[in-house]
């Protein structure tokens, strides 16, 4: 079966730091453009970074940049995402996304079609 | 950056057709891909490239994009179409993944 399994979620306060991990099987994790989906409470989706199958290539949006680190390994069919510099507003579930096509390239990226079932960060003091 | 326009409610009878709109700028040149989001749930993929269903959505689900509007079309609607919609694109020129705000249906 495949499947995504978020972990690393919890209770931090502003200023701190969190790393999320997501555990993938049931597909060849290593060809698969990988990310980072999250939403606030009661708020829509907001795309938080993404990272090429190699590890090459990684985007992140602007709120997020110099502050989360996405990474992957590939050997142990996990991605990461490492938050640093945290903030209240960076409360929200955060959910891994799979790209539906394998062996993608930049310009031709598809829909997410597997995700995982999230992870609750919370960030108060 | 480039944005998404959706709106944030759309009802539509029992066994009607309801369309959710997005908007963008020459959205009508970018894949489109739609979302369905029920409560306590993980999105859902349910359109993808526009107007290609995923194994396992029904065949009520469609869609189109041109211009600057994207629209996904639930025909017969039921009382388990009911959830949250989101289309999103990837913006190659900025290197974003961009969604729409989120449209809730309602099925009367």
């Known amino acids: 079966e495949v499947e995504l399994v978020e972990s690393g979620g919890g209770l931090v306060q502003p200023g701190g730091s969190l790393r999320l991990s997501c555990a993938a099987s049931g597909f060849t994790f290593s060809s698969y453009w990988m990310s980072w989906v999250r939403q606030a409470p009661g708020k829509g989706l907001e795309w938080v970074a993404n990272?090429?199958?190699?590890?090459?290539?990684?985007y992140y949006v602007d709120s997020v940049k110099g502050r989360f680190t996405i990474s992957r390994d590939n050997a142990k069919n996990s991605l990461y995402l490492q938050m640093n510099s945290l903030r209240v507003e960076d409360t929200a579930v955060y959910y891994c996304a799979r790209d539906r096509t394998p062996n993608s390239g930049y310009y031709n990226r598809d829909a997410f079609d597997i995700w995982g079932q999230g992870t609750m960060v919370t960030v108060s003091s | 950056s480039y944005e998404l326009t959706q709106p944030l409610s759309v009802s539509v009878a029992l066994g009607q057709t309801a369309r959710i709109t997005c908007g963008g700028n020459n959205i009508g040149s970018k894949n489109v891909h739609w979302y369905q989001q029920r409560p306590g749930q993980a999105p859902a993929l349910v359109m993808y490239r526009d107007n290609n269903r995923p194994s396992g959505i029904p065949e009520r689900f469609s869609g189109s994009n041109s211009g600057n509007t994207a629209t996904l079309i639930i025909s017969r609607a039921q009382a388990g179409d009911e959830a949250d919609y989101y289309c999103q694109v990837w913006d190659s020129s900025t290197s974003q993944v961009v969604f729409g705000g989120g449209t809730k249906l309602t099925v009367l």
């Open positions: 990272i090429k199958q190699d590890g090459s290539e990684k």
